[in-house]
């Protein structure tokens, strides 16, 4: 049998037995030691500074693949992430049941592993979410994302996407469908690859199917060779892991950024549930109205993608271009959700003013005096450009020297195979220079970071082209931005000790120590950890009769 989407004349999909075989590949990796992850990827910050931000009233879903052959093992033990069983659904072809053990499967010591970091409550970053659907991994996909109606693939087939059961704004995909590849030869003799045109037809289905239902898949690239299906769905977030085995973008269908975030993990079957949990947390924190009161557009998924995005922290050797808005290795950096936590409770700010201009004419700062007062914020608008013009939207900053960080998002509509083309510009009112801007023309995702920005007044501007090739006329999107002066390190005398002290926001910032300016390297080893007080990171230090000299450094 083979399945198929789209109501249209198409080649059948993935057959049955290709895509058991690619699952089989989809669980390799082991986890880490999850000693400092709360710490690393802000969580441990964001529980000093909010209150009961866990992830509770929120569903997830968590589709895992049998972890070994021959077994039916795919279900997370609720002893081993120290949750009750009533939490948990287990679904497969077998039924559904809420108890366990059952008969549907046996204990995945992986799903395991993928739940302790999204909601286990030893380093969960979403320790009270309301249910877990732990699902077959083939079941989910062949009747959630392939439902086919009619066995007659010779003609038109139709998919039926079906909603998943309640309200379940977030699904954990830890397994791929194994490696892309153009080489025929190898195609054919090995199940394990994944031909670009079958990538291609797994991206279709998923961006689909967040369109229709607003769900938001946080998929794994891969544990290395090419980014691979589900995490390079256009709608999706792809994570890889940081530090640890984790497939490189572009994609090869068409050269977009995959991944689009990265945790520290070993592997991206872990990294990617850290992601999972952080984007619940900021779905409780949307719905809640830490965002503002507008909480459908601060829950939207493509929201809660340019939050996270947004407030990635940058490694040291991340890089990116105007037409590639993301690192290959590490997308938007690595997650924190501390940071995209305080880019939501800066609210919903609209732009300052919008405009036409005819096709491929210049776009540069339009006269006005009003600016936008939250320096931490994201908006959620629509945009219309036509046939004879483009269109922009501008927000206007008054900022002294800052870091700033922009993300635009949209998605790739129900349908379509194309996007939009919508480009974000950061340009110097005063002499209308252009300072950044991000203009890839195959991805769905504009990102902008400048480490140092002058004292200015700025126009950030998101632009989308008229012309032919529209998919429409109109299109929505999410915008976070950050323009916040990087942190200061001080130094206080506290009797015969000590005290370094920064800002915890932006988080990201570690103090390093060295002994002489002229020698040696600068190292966080030398320091015990900081203490969280008063919205400060803060470092305690004996006396000493040496010679110490610090400094503050971004860093994951």
């Not at 789209?6 to 669980?27: D, E, H, T, W």
């Not at 984007?279 to 507008?294: E, I, K, M, S, T």
Request: charge should be negative; include cysteine; charged fraction near 10%.
């Amino acid at each position: 049998m083979g399945y198929g989407f789209g109501g249209q004349n198409m080649k059948p999909y993935v057959s049955i037995a290709r895509f058991l075989s690619l699952l089989a590949a989809a669980i390799l990796g082991s986890a880490r030691s999850p000693a400092t992850t709360l710490d690393t990827i802000g969580v441990t910050a964001l529980r000093a500074m909010t209150t009961n931000l866990d992830g509770r009233g929120i569903r997830v879903a968590q589709p895992e693949a049998i972890e070994s052959a021959g077994t039916t093992n795919f279900e997370v033990n609720p002893g081993a992430v120290g949750q009750p069983a009533g939490l948990f659904t287990y679904i497969s072809a077998g039924g559904s049941t809420s108890n366990f053990p059952n008969a549907l499967g046996g204990a995945s010591g992986h799903a395991g592993n993928v739940g302790n970091y999204i909601y286990g409550t030893s380093y969960g970053v979403a320790t009270n979410v309301a249910q877990v659907n732990n699902y077959n991994a083939e079941h989910f996909v062949t009747n959630y994302l392939f439902n086919v109606v009619t066995n007659d693939f010779s003609t038109n087939f139709e998919l039926i996407l079906a909603p998943l059961p309640a309200a379940t704004p977030v699904v954990n995909q830890s397994f791929t469908f194994g490696n892309v590849t153009t080489n025929l030869s190898l195609l054919a003799t090995n199940p394990y690859y994944l031909a670009v045109s079958d990538q291609q037809e797994i991206d279709l289905a998923y961006d689909d199917y967040a369109v229709n239902y607003g769900t938001l898949f946080v998929s794994a690239v891969n544990n290395g060779g090419s980014v691979s299906p589900p995490g390079t769905g256009y709608n999706c977030i792809g994570v890889g892991a940081y530090g640890g085995s984790s497939s490189i973008g572009p994609t090869l269908d068409n050269g977009r950024c995959k991944p689009d975030l990265t945790a520290p993990e070993g592997a991206t079957s872990f990294s990617t549930p850290q992601v999972t949990g952080a984007a619940a947390v900021l779905v409780q924190a949307a719905l809640r109205g830490d965002g503002g009161g507008d909480t459908n557009a601060a829950a939207d998924l493509r929201t809660i993608k340019a939050l996270l995005l947004n407030g990635a922290v940058k490694p040291a050797d991340w890089t990116n271009s105007d037409s590639s808005p993301l690192d290959a290795r590490y997308g938007a950096g690595v997650v924190n959700v501390l940071n995209a936590y305080e880019q939501l409770a800066g609210g919903k700010q609209i732009f300052c003013a919008s405009n036409s201009v005819a096709l491929g004419a210049g776009h540069p700062p339009p006269a006005g005096t009003n600016a936008i007062a939250a320096v931490s914020g994201w908006d959620f608008e629509s945009l219309s450009s036509s046939a004879t013009n483009d269109a922009a939207c501008h927000y206007f900053f008054e900022v002294s020297n800052v870091m700033a960080t922009a993300t635009l998002v949209w998605n790739r509509q129900s349908g379509a195979t194309n996007i939009n083309n919508l480009d974000l510009f950061l340009f110097n009112v005063a002499d209308s220079n252009l300072v950044a801007c991000s203009t890839s023309l195959v991805d769905n995702v504009e990102h902008i970071f400048v480490p140092q920005l002058a004292a200015g007044r700025y126009d950030l501007q998101v632009w989308k082209a008229g012309g032919g090739g529209l998919v429409s006329t109109g299109e929505t999107y999410a915008l976070a931005w950050q323009f916040v002066p990087p942190p200061r390190l001080a130094i206080a005398k506290s009797g015969a000790d000590a005290a370094l002290a920064w800002p915890v926001y932006p988080a990201g910032f570690k103090a390093e120590a060295r002994t002489n300016l002229l020698a040696g390297a600068w190292s966080t080893n030398q320091l015990p950890p900081p203490v969280l007080t008063n919205g400060q990171d803060v470092i305690w230090l004996g006396p000493t009769n040496d010679a110490q000299f610090f400094r503050l450094r971004q860093q994951p």
